[in-house]
């Protein structure tokens, strides 16, 4: 991919770098743990069924992805680090709606509020991306994703262990102290510098900006930029699409296995992430554009192969190919974006990836729902495999042509 060149930001020291990771994970305990529990938390709102679990389950993602361009464009005119801090304080007063809402109309209200007025993710890497460059902003940004993994992890299994006690449903308002505990670490990290107005060549030409692209020049950085976006989308369904219906294929190839081998089943691609980054880093940071069609290609293979498997052995392995193509493709995306921010404003930039991503996983969703229906839990699966191996294929000749 070609680079353009700017002046290098300020830098941040390694321990802030961790810092702002350690901040993201802990925030979003709440937002990836207790949406599984759905079905457990609407029946006391009035929802006996549970009807509304599946709309409830993306309606923050829905509002997420229409506010995070906004946010980025405000976090590059008023401060990246005066925005994140608003990001945080923002899911814990959604969080703390919720988990005090006494009706199925408040619950989602607050839900829809947890979507357009957080965004931690966006607001991080653009924090991140005004302070770093080069190969330290895309491990910065590898940290980041682990952060996201760990939390999805861990996370549920957390809020698994206190619903003796506390309810999922109160579990929200008592999680909300996470993102203001994130809240005031961050209070202490230091502001980076606003950006300068970027060159012509390098404006961003994201989905809030289509009509004024025909007026940028150097087609170079726009087309770097399109091609992040569009391999930013086709992952994030590609992978997002298996998530929904796996335990269920599970129980139906492996009947009697038991909901925590299951359970075990999905997470241990995520798990791979934080365990493989950092080799997988230094492998791929200086050519992304061949990590991330590999990334791809294991990707298909692992997915194709859940439809003929047929025993726990062949699901650990599978479970752990697509680990590892997870692991290359969201590492190269993350130097791909690396790349694709210099001379621009980063908040824009990423609250216009975070908009993609958020678009791509309620695709995702969509696209599971009505194939499950129609051929079962194995059809999303499939679809997410041939969603990787057609991008795999049409990617790797223009791919390897651009980042010469």
């Not at 302070?131 to 980041?144: E, F, I």
């Not at 997988?280 to 298909?300: D, E, I, K, Q």
Request: with cysteine; glycine share 10%; aromatic share 8%.
């Amino acid at each position: 991919m070609e680079r353009t060149t700017s002046r290098a930001p300020a830098s941040l020291r390694t321990r802030q770098i961790h810092a702002v990771a350690a901040c993201y994970f802990v925030a979003s305990f709440a937002a990836l743990g207790l949406p599984p529990y759905l079905t457990e938390i609407l029946p006391s709102l009035g929802d006996r069924e549970a009807r509304w679990a599946g709309l409830l389950y993306i309606v923050p993602t829905v509002f997420g992805a229409v506010g995070a361009p906004l946010w980025g464009r405000l976090a590059d005119r008023y401060g990246r680090k005066r925005l994140l801090l608003r990001a945080q304080l923002g899911l814990a007063v959604s969080f703390l709606i919720a988990g005090c809402a006494d009706s199925l109309a408040g619950f989602a209200a607050a839900l829809v509020l947890q979507g357009v007025l957080g965004g931690t993710f966006a607001a991080s890497n653009g924090y991140l991306a005004a302070a770093l460059d080069g190969q330290r902003l895309s491990w910065a940004l590898t940290l980041m994703q682990g952060a996201a993994r760990l939390a999805l992890v861990a996370a549920p299994v957390l809020v698994g262990s206190l619903s003796p006690w506390i309810s999922p449903h109160r579990q929200y308002a008592l999680l909300a102290v996470l993102p203001l505990a994130a809240a005031l670490m961050l209070a202490a990290l230091p502001e980076p510098p606003r950006a300068q107005a970027p060159d012509a060549g390098a404006s961003d030409p994201g989905p809030e900006s289509a009509d004024t692209t025909e007026e940028l020049a150097a087609s170079s950085p726009r087309r770097a930029l399109r091609t992040l976006y569009t391999l930013e989308f086709v992952f994030v369904f590609a992978t997002v699409v298996s998530y929904p219906y796996m335990i269920t294929l599970v129980e139906d190839r492996l009947p009697g296995l038991g909901g925590a081998a299951g359970g075990v089943l999905f997470a241990l691609p995520h798990v791979c992430y934080p365990l493989l980054a950092k080799p997988v880093h230094t492998a791929v940071a200086s050519r992304p554009v061949l990590g991330a069609v590999t990334g791809f290609a294991l990707v298909a293979v692992a997915l194709a192969g859940h439809w003929g498997a047929g025993s726990l052995a062949s699901f650990v392995v599978l479970r752990l190919l697509l680990g590892a193509g997870m692991t290359l493709g969201l590492v190269s995306l993350s130097a791909l974006a690396a790349d694709a921010c210099r001379g621009r404003r980063p908040g824009r930039m990423f609250g216009s990836l975070e908009f993609i991503s958020k678009a791509g996983a309620v695709v995702a969703g969509a696209v599971a729902a009505l194939s499950n229906d129609v051929w079962g839990p194995a059809a999303p699966i499939v679809a997410g495999s041939a969603v990787a191996a057609l991008t795999a294929l049409v990617s790797t000749p223009l791919l390897l042509r651009w980042s010469r």
